[in-house]
């Protein structure tokens, strides 16, 4: 008999779909990635954006101040006292009034302006007056005519780290140019130098909470997209898992049926060739039985013949009945009364064993399309298998119920259950646990349930024993 290597037919062991769920992660992966590239590029950008928009607002300021200084501190001084000298109470007094009535309103927090020597000579900070070379690379550029502007940020390493600082300032410095020609020359000279520090923490704090809420919609997008991927590769992962579930199962069939085949060629040549020898020696056997009778009443051998003839006659029926299932000849029946037909046939095994009979029938259970010998037969092997698990004062409970489409009929046992092992094997053809007996009882049963598009199933009852659980349908197409 051809091989077929043994398969696993658990589906929770087949191997699931491994490489959609590796793109799955690595899509979540390279989820969160982009949100975080998307927020520090976003962050740049807001940087950058934040620091022009200040510069060109700030170099505004720092014009409007420019002619501001010019048109009412520089040209009135210059024309009544012929130079600035800032140093003098009443020109820093109107310089200060000209400054901050100018730029009143601009949250400007910090002016300073140096003179041509790099010196500071005016500042809000009074402490600063005076300070020498002060300005750095920034002061040259603005000499030089070039405005500059750089941006100012503080805060702990984490504000820092996540582009949400405490303080953010921008300081712009600009040269400070003469409007009027004083000299022959026609040029516009530069005759001094403004600082302007302005605080920005608040623009900045609500860019940057845009800035969160758009990477937080993001995210919930990327999130949203990623439950749909995950929901999706669930899915085809129990597809996957269905249809190898399904294969497994048709493999298991596909053996079975190659078994049975096997079994039941074999099972056709040896009925052929026991069965008629076996006849003869039936028959011979009973012959001998009368003539021994009459020779020597007390032997016994002729009656051994006969049973172990009858005996091997049954284990052949039991082949041939499991190899070559017969095809039911379906007719109007009523389970019940076929259970019933099997309870009076055991009564008198049911009354020396010491067994409780217990039956629940529902009413009104509609007949159903079935061979009532064959049924029959079912039932018989499934009691009688309850009888060898039972000891003395057992309970065999025989349920049958029915809902729209099938007829359920259900026996349990008060026995000592099946171990696990042996539940696994308890379909294999030839497995029992019996010291007696071919193993194919159960099989014969499988067979005619399933030859009556019925399932059955075997499981363990709580606390003890064993149950068997039926299911024919009601109404079926042949």
């Given at each position: 008999?051809?091989?077929?290597?043994?398969?696993?037919?658990?589906?929770?062991?087949?191997?699931?779909?491994?490489?959609?769920?590796?793109?799955?992660?690595?899509?979540?992966?390279?989820?969160?990635?982009?949100?975080?590239v998307?927020?520090?590029?976003?962050?740049?950008?807001?940087?950058?954006?934040?620091?022009?928009?200040?510069?060109?607002?700030?170099?505004?300021?720092?014009?409007?101040?420019?002619?501001?200084?010019?048109?009412?501190?520089v040209?009135?001084?210059v024309?009544?006292?012929?130079?600035?000298?800032?140093?003098?109470?009443?020109?820093?007094?109107?310089?200060?009034?000209?400054?901050?009535?100018?730029?009143?309103?601009?949250?400007?927090?910090?002016?300073n302006?140096?003179?041509?020597?790099?010196?500071?000579?005016?500042s809000?900070?009074?402490?600063q007056?005076?300070?020498?070379?002060?300005?750095?690379?920034?002061?040259?550029?603005?000499?030089?005519?070039?405005?500059?502007?750089?941006?100012i940020?503080?805060?702990?390493?984490l504000?820092?780290?996540?582009w949400?600082?405490?303080?953010?300032?921008?300081i712009t410095?600009?040269?400070?140019?003469?409007?009027?020609?004083?000299s022959?020359?026609?040029?516009?000279?530069?005759?001094?130098?403004?600082?302007?520090?302005?605080?920005?923490?608040?623009?900045?704090?609500?860019?940057?909470?845009?800035?969160?809420?758009?990477?937080?919609?993001?995210?919930?997008?990327?999130?949203?997209?990623?439950?749909?991927l995950r929901?999706?590769?669930?899915?085809?992962?129990?597809?996957?898992?269905?249809?190898?579930?399904?294969?497994?199962?048709?493999?298991?069939?596909?053996?079975?049926?190659?078994?049975?085949?096997?079994?039941?060629?074999?099972?056709?040549?040896?009925?052929?060739?026991?069965?008629?020898?076996?006849?003869?020696?039936?028959?011979?056997?009973q012959?001998?039985?009368?003539?021994?009778?009459?020779?020597?009443?007390?032997?016994?051998?002729?009656?051994?013949?006969?049973e172990?003839?009858?005996?091997?006659n049954?284990?052949?029926?039991d082949?041939?009945d499991?190899?070559?299932?017969?095809?039911?000849?379906?007719?109007?029946?009523?389970?019940?009364?076929?259970?019933?037909?099997?309870?009076?046939?055991?009564?008198?095994?049911?009354?020396?064993?010491?067994?409780?009979i217990?039956?629940?029938?529902?009413?009104?259970?509609?007949?159903i399309?079935?061979?009532t010998?064959?049924?029959?037969?079912?039932f018989?092997?499934?009691?009688?298998?309850?009888?060898?698990?039972?000891?003395?004062?057992?309970?065999i409970?025989?349920?049958?119920?029915s809902d729209?489409?099938?007829?359920?009929?259900?026996?349990?046992?008060?026995?000592?259950?099946?171990?696990?092992?042996?539940?696994?094997?308890?379909?294999?053809?030839?497995f029992t646990?019996?010291?007696?007996?071919?193993?194919?009882?159960?099989?014969i049963?499988?067979?005619?349930?399933?030859?009556?598009?019925?399932q059955?199933?075997?499981?363990?009852a709580?606390?003890?024993?064993?149950?068997?659980?039926?299911?024919?349908?009601?109404?079926?197409?042949?």
């Amino acid at each position: 008999m051809k091989n077929i290597p043994k398969k696993d037919s658990n589906p929770k062991e087949v191997r699931p779909f491994v490489l959609v769920k590796a793109f799955t992660f690595s899509s979540l992966i390279v989820m969160l990635t982009a949100t975080i590239v998307i927020a520090a590029l976003n962050a740049h950008w807001v940087r950058n954006i934040l620091l022009e928009k200040n510069k060109e607002y700030n170099s505004l300021l720092v014009e409007n101040l420019n002619h501001q200084i010019f048109l009412r501190f520089v040209a009135p001084v210059v024309y009544q006292h012929g130079e600035i000298k800032l140093r003098e109470n009443a020109q820093h007094m109107l310089l200060d009034t000209v400054i901050k009535s100018t730029l009143h309103s601009f949250h400007v927090e910090m002016v300073n302006i140096y003179g041509t020597d790099n010196i500071i000579g005016y500042s809000f900070d009074e402490s600063q007056i005076g300070k020498k070379n002060a300005g750095g690379v920034h002061y040259e550029k603005a000499m030089k005519n070039q405005v500059t502007s750089k941006l100012i940020q503080k805060g702990s390493f984490l504000e820092l780290m996540f582009w949400f600082p405490k303080e953010t300032k921008i300081i712009t410095f600009a040269p400070l140019i003469q409007e009027v020609e004083f000299s022959r020359s026609g040029k516009r000279m530069v005759i001094g130098v403004v600082e302007v520090i302005r605080d920005i923490s608040d623009d900045y704090q609500d860019v940057v909470r845009l800035q969160g809420l758009i990477v937080a919609t993001c995210s919930i997008i990327m999130g949203i997209l990623f439950l749909i991927l995950r929901f999706v590769v669930k899915q085809g992962e129990k597809i996957i898992e269905a249809r190898a579930e399904e294969r497994l199962k048709l493999e298991e069939k596909l053996s079975r049926a190659e078994h049975l085949s096997a079994i039941g060629g074999m099972t056709a040549g040896v009925s052929h060739e026991i069965r008629n020898p076996l006849g003869i020696i039936k028959s011979s056997a009973q012959l001998l039985k009368k003539k021994m009778a009459k020779l020597d009443p007390d032997s016994n051998i002729p009656n051994i013949i006969v049973e172990e003839s009858t005996r091997l006659n049954h284990i052949i029926t039991d082949f041939l009945d499991f190899a070559k299932p017969r095809v039911p000849d379906l007719r109007p029946c009523i389970i019940d009364e076929v259970i019933e037909k099997n309870l009076i046939f055991l009564a008198s095994q049911i009354q020396d064993a010491k067994i409780n009979i217990k039956t629940q029938y529902q009413e009104d259970i509609p007949e159903i399309m079935a061979d009532t010998a064959m049924l029959y037969q079912s039932f018989l092997n499934i009691l009688l298998n309850s009888f060898h698990a039972l000891k003395e004062n057992g309970t065999i409970t025989i349920a049958t119920w029915s809902d729209p489409d099938f007829v359920h009929i259900c026996f349990t046992d008060t026995g000592d259950g099946i171990s696990e092992d042996v539940l696994k094997k308890i379909w294999t053809p030839f497995f029992t646990t019996k010291d007696t007996g071919t193993g194919l009882g159960l099989g014969i049963v499988k067979n005619i349930i399933e030859a009556h598009k019925g399932q059955i199933h075997i499981s363990n009852a709580r606390p003890l024993g064993t149950k068997v659980e039926i299911t024919l349908p009601i109404q079926e197409s042949y």
